[in-house]
């Protein structure tokens, strides 16, 4: 005879506030979420053959050294970073792999960052109801309304996408926050972009641009929108949707995880001001 | 460790090769087998190819996995095809003709024979040789670009060459793509996409309807086409590991270990034992969160809102899981070249082995209610069916097929990493079960609930082999056996292939001449093998079902794209 399960599952009462799922308000400590310097690397001269390599073996082209006024500079680019890991994993003295994620902004210089930097802004981690109150307060207060997002993949490989659809599931539950997402770039206040910018998909992106009403925030989602990410700017992309619309709010990541996209929501709000 | 190949032969390989140099003799220029099952059959000339191709399906009972084109002709003085045909039925082989195509000159430019016409499976690939390298199919009915769009001009080809993965190429206007027409009283066409209405990939479906039901539908992509080919050739070995996981981000580990699987038959290096159990865990570990994904889709385009709030919050704990497993929600960074770069320490594998039983449990909750209820079951029953004999005609893989009762699944008919050992679900042990098996095939209908149910056993059969392989991993604690360059030779090429949770995909490559740079990376998804099917699909169906359509055959528009 079978014994009756003790538990009532997911069909039971209250699932919504399920522990094992509110539990888990914050990013696993493994998450990849952002890359930083490492604050003590700027004690010592760099190693240039290994920033050399590292700076090689960068697959989107994120690590990038310069002279500068004679002395030699490391800058790490966060819009083109994917978050794979190798040159923590080459030059772990240098490259520091962070459970936060990384920070969404305005602009696109802003994502640039200097090595050494005691200055560098390290990884979010806040949870998503954290991010949700304080986003839900600001749409209530700008618009007195819900916030209508339009979401156009002017192509990316689906990740972003899975994340994006993930802001609708009952966890994140994007809704509740008095934001939605609707059919139309008619109806929408926010277009929130993924993808490369393909040329296939230029025109397209350029109409649906223009068929969203003023006043309109436009929010690049991913290393590939903000700049191409690992596909570059060649013969079928455009390295970054920045070049075929304005970009108002670039959120890094491959692919940003929830979080981040609810945080560049509320850049985005503040925006529309 | 050792890294070298066992050199025992491959059981069938040679009775096959002896079995084509009996039909063919002289026509072929040479017979040889690489890489343990790949058959590598020449063709003395190129008008062969199509006698060839149809002896290896009827004769062979061979099934196109893919075809290659690379532009050869700066090392060989011509392109060259390869035509691989996958022979299941548990003999593992794999047959690859292969042609060379002369680059001819201004009057007469370079030609193949069509396969098209009797293999419709092959129309697709052979308008994509036509727009990326220029060699036109003769007899190919279908004469319209494919990849890239009405911009492009006529005479530049991406993957020849001399084309630099950075140029910029002008637009010229070109008439509209054609789109066939149905003509006749009340016949009118709907037009929707590239931007669609819900949270999905680009693509544009073009539908004839004659009131409701729709008379015709076509299907036009290649909207997200990323260049991912051209691009493999201008990077690193172990970047292209990072730009096969974003060929299509859902199924980032199937496309990772096809890749890596076939760079490491190249360099002969095979990945340490726990490291394929660990490949294998996290494969399944993306089937069951896409499929409870899909799930949940479907449930959303029935109107039943409960189950799919259900089978999302299901799906959020399995991408919660990746996280924790491999440090990223859609398992980016699980593979390396010559094994894994994650490991599944025992608390590790206990917490997977937690959450995907207690999901499991909770999923056979909510399947239950959803089977129990009325309005799901009838939109699903008898919707967007696929007959067994599009499925062969089409090569339709994964769940497609299987929904439609032609059992292939590449983790048995042609096993790979830690598949040899595994059994992949509990029908193919005894002579008995296989027997029930093959009658429960045969009932399938192909349409969206078969489809439906199939996802579901999916699901059952991924938790019992993540269970499985968790109980028995290796004790030996390597990861990794590194992938030598100068293993590498300049142009040694290989197949790698896996089962994603949308069906086989299959990788080829071949090695530069650059030391750590590749010649050609040719991918062919899942995603690509079965588009054709959604428009045999939604015949006769309504407009209004053909959400529920799309979404129970769950289709990559990237990794159909590249």
Redesign the interface.
Known sequence: MKKT?P?H???GDH?ET?K??LD?AR??P???GDVAFVPSSGDRPLDLDLCRQVEE?C?PKAIASAEVNGRFQLTLDKGRC?????CEEMAPALFKVQSGFARPVRRRSDLVVAQPSDKSPTGLDHSREEIGRRLSEKVTKILGRSLAIR????????????????L?????DIERFGVH?V???RHADVLLVT??G????ES?LKR?YDATPDPKVVIAVGACASTGG????????SGGIGNIVPVDIFVPG??P?PEALLYGLLLAVDRIR | MTTGRVAIAHPGAASCGSRLLERFGTRLTAVRTMNWNEVHVDAGSKDDIPELCLYLRDELKGVLGTIVCSDERRVSGAFVLRYAFGIGNGEDLFVIVTARVEQGDYASPPVFPSIALSLPAATLYEREIKDMFGLTPVGNPDTRPLTLHEHWPDDVFPLRKEFELGTKVAKVLKRDYEFLKVEGEGVSEIPVGPVHAGIIEPGHFRFSILGESIVNLETRLFYTHRGVEKLAENLKLEQVLLLSERISGDEAVANSSAYCQAVEKVAGVVPPPRALQIRAVCAELERVYNHLGTLAGLSTDVGFAFGAARLNILKERMMQLNEEVAGSRLLFGVNRLGGVGIDLPLERSRLVKGVIDTVLDDFNRVISRLRNDSSVMDRLRGTGAIGLKDVAELGLVGVAARGSGLDVDTRRDHPYGAYRSIVIDPHHDTPRHITEHEVEMAKRRGDVLARFETRVEDVVNSVNIIDEVLGNLDCEPELLVPVQMEALKPFGHALGYAESHRGQTVHWVMIGEEPDTLFRYKVRTASFANWPAIEVAVLNDIVADFPLVNKSLDLSYAGNDL
């Open positions: 399960n538990r599952g997911i069909l699932v399920d094992r799922v888990v990013s696993a493994s998450f990849r073996i697959a994917i978050m794979c890991g190798i979401e156009v993949d002017a192509g990316s490989c689906n990740g972003c996408e899975v994340e994006v659809a993930a609708n599931n009952p966890i994140y997402f059919a139309s770039p993808g490369v393909s040329r296939n998909m397209a649906t690992l596909f570059g700017d060649t013969y079928a992309t491959c692919p995880r």
